[in-house]
């Protein structure tokens, strides 16, 4: 599947020149091979963004190598296995004291440090990207131990802890936004190229057409609901609080994912006492028709939602994460409100009155959603994975360091 959407992607036009120039042809890139270990996971934010520049990269250079390093959550496992890459889990120590004190986190961290030295031993890469994340730092920091060129690749307007680290002596840092160049205290290794998406997450046949196969109405104003890859209890718990207690008039209908099997019936419940009819699903792995689908998206704001919702133009409602000690998903956020692409409500403020007049009120409102649609889409870099696969090329081979 990664290596078909890598060929459309290889023949999809790119929408910008890459940075300083360097937007080369395919051929350039097959003259080597090259191997390249991605590093991290944790959660899909992390992960998928380096499956979409691993796919780029081998439409790009079919003769190079690619590996996942990643965690021991089941998620990152489940993720890696519906792609043609190889992977290994390795031991992912965190920044935080352990059961056995400061003792135990130092060992935690040596037998991290040996895995990857392990692991980088048999591969031998010529780059490792760190994905963020702590499943990334011990690959990364053994990589330079080892003189390996290193990348990252930060989702993020506001890095994490894990990138900041790294980035003190990563060769380049790839980041989605201008604003994010100001984090990082070597300016002059970041690029912005954007937050790789996935290169199928158009949907062809249109709004109607993708209404119609999830059993909705055509014609019908859509409200897209989502929390992420996991779900959001907070968000599922404010929208069934709203319909049940709500009084717009506003003719609509619906498409949430809940997250968990668990919160679907609630929810339908909640979609149905209010007259409204729904599409409740646990998961999908159908996300460009969903988006198709919607007129207005209320979501949270992770790295790769905000990327997707630029790069097809989709307006949205977002509603960050509020239990983040960095609060980093108000900080991404903010770079779509600043440009009219999106507004921001906070969870705590997400009332009946809110959700009436914040999402409701603005579904109903043609031109409003026509403005920010328009906003979002001059944000959107679709060609981000290409664009990060091909620096990764140019630094694989050495070409791209300072």
Request: proline share 6%; charged share 25%.
């Amino acid at each position: 599947m990664i290596r078909e959407h890598a060929a459309a992607l290889e023949q999809a036009p790119s929408s910008s020149a890459s940075w300083r120039n360097r937007d080369r042809s395919s051929e350039r890139f097959g003259e080597a091979p090259r191997r390249v270990l991605f590093a991290g996971g944790g959660s899909g934010g992390h992960l998928r963004p380096g499956l979409d520049v691993a796919g780029a990269l081998v439409a790009l250079a079919p003769r190079s190598e690619v590996r996942f390093a990643v965690t021991r959550k089941p998620l990152d496992a489940e993720i890696v296995r519906t792609t043609p890459f190889s992977f290994e889990v390795l031991a992912a120590p965190r920044f935080r004291r352990t059961p056995s004190g400061v003792a135990g986190a130092v060992m935690d961290f040596g037998r991290g440090i040996h895995a990857s030295l392990r692991l980088l031993g048999t591969f031998r890469p010529d780059l490792v990207v760190a994905l963020g994340g702590h499943g990334c730092v011990a690959p990364a920091l053994a990589a330079r131990m080892r003189g390996v060129t290193v990348a990252l690749l930060e989702q993020n307007r506001t890095p994490g802890r894990a990138n900041r680290l790294l980035a003190q002596g990563a060769d380049a840092v790839f980041v989605p936004f201008e604003e994010s160049c100001a984090e990082f205290i070597h300016p002059d290794r970041v690029e912005v190229l954007g937050n790789p998406v996935r290169v199928d997450l158009v949907f062809e046949g249109g709004a109607c057409e993708a209404r119609e196969r999830l059993g909705l109405r055509p014609d019908l104003r859509t409200l897209l609901v989502v929390g992420g890859s996991q779900g959001s209890v907070g968000i599922n718990a404010r929208v069934a609080a709203a319909l049940r207690a709500g009084s717009s008039c506003v003719d609509f209908q619906a498409i949430h994912l809940a997250g968990s099997a668990e919160a679907v019936p609630p929810l339908e419940k909640a979609y149905a006492a209010r007259g409204v009819a729904a599409r409740v699903l646990s998961f999908s792995t159908e996300m460009p028709v969903l988006y198709a689908a919607a007129d207005l998206v209320l979501s949270r704001a992770g790295g790769t939602t905000i990327a997707e919702l630029a790069a097809i133009g989709k307006p949205a409602v977002l509603v960050p994460f509020p239990h983040h000690a960095d609060r980093h998903q108000e900080r991404n956020a903010e770079v779509l409100t600043t440009r009219g692409a999106a507004r921001i409500v906070h969870e705590g403020d997400l009332t009946p009155e809110v959700f009436d007049s914040s999402v409701l009120g603005l579904l109903a409102d043609d031109a409003a959603i026509a403005a920010m649609a328009k906003a979002s889409r001059a944000l959107g870099r679709p060609d981000a994975a290409r664009r990060v696969a091909r620096r990764i090329l140019d630094l694989a081979s050495h070409e791209g360091r300072s």
